[in-house]
């Protein structure tokens, strides 16, 4: 069933790309599932206003909402999560990666994402161990599901190069999220990354993408034990007290850093 739905070709043949450029290990991958299935998917994608999200973000560093409950999704969405989840794909991974993989069945953080007009990402880091399963997070994979997007509505996945204490200093790559394009990038680097530019499509669309993460073995006795998302402001909010606080507040991290992003 799985290549009937997920052009696993492209995934072996845009491979070769992952780790070629910076400012950490990705790749881009055009055309990832079949182009009837891909439509199919788009057209069951619940709108905003859905009751079928159970996620909602609405602050100053996010404006979108996730759903990832399986009996709330329609059939072609469980058709590609269930593949998503497959032993070919994930076996796929783990031979490209030479890392055992497992998959996170329990979408903690992944599923469907929607972002409206308007919509907003700050750049943030991903929760580095699962907080049920104990496992790191090494890929995550990101796929784009709104037809006909057009590159002047924004909402690009945005790439932030690091310092040398691995904190973000600026925007390095943009990637306008296409119909049917994938993204895939590994996260135990210093992968900062969010939404370049606020979501600028006209009412009536939004920004929709299917996220899937894929676990692994701690690597490293050093591995940083986040089991939230660590945000930072964006340039325009950095001299803001009320956003650094909810930043504290919603990465639970200390008041130190929060002092130092105050100072840049």
Known sequence: ???????????????????????FDYCVIDNFLNEDFANKVAAEFPNFDSPNYNG????????KKTGNIWDKFSEN???L??????????????????????????LHGGGQHIHP???????????????KLGLQRKLNLLIYLTPDWKEEWGGEFGMWSSDENGQPTELHTKIPPMFNRAIIFDTTQNSWHGLASTVKCPEGKSRNSIAM?????????????RKRAVFVPTEEQK??????ELIQRRSQITSTDVEKWDRK
């Open 117 to 131: 007009p308007g919509g907003k990402l700050n750049p943030h880091l991903d929760y580095n161990l699962h907080p």
């Open 213 to 225: 993460y894929y676990m692994c073995e701690t690597l490293s006795e050093d591995t940083n034990d």
């Open 239 to 244: 001299d803001n007290k009320e956003i650094l």
């Open 77 to 79: 969405t469980y058709k």
């Open 1 to 23: 069933m799985v290549g009937n739905l997920i052009n696993m070709g492209r995934i072996i043949n845009e491979w070769k790309n992952f780790g070629k450029n910076p400012p």
């Open 81 to 106: 999560l269930y593949a998503l989840n497959s032993y070919e794909v994930v076996d796929t991974f783990s031979k490209a990666t030479q890392v055992p993989l497992d998959s996170d069945s329990g």
């Open 56 to 63: 909602t973000y609405d602050n100053a560093i996010e404006l």
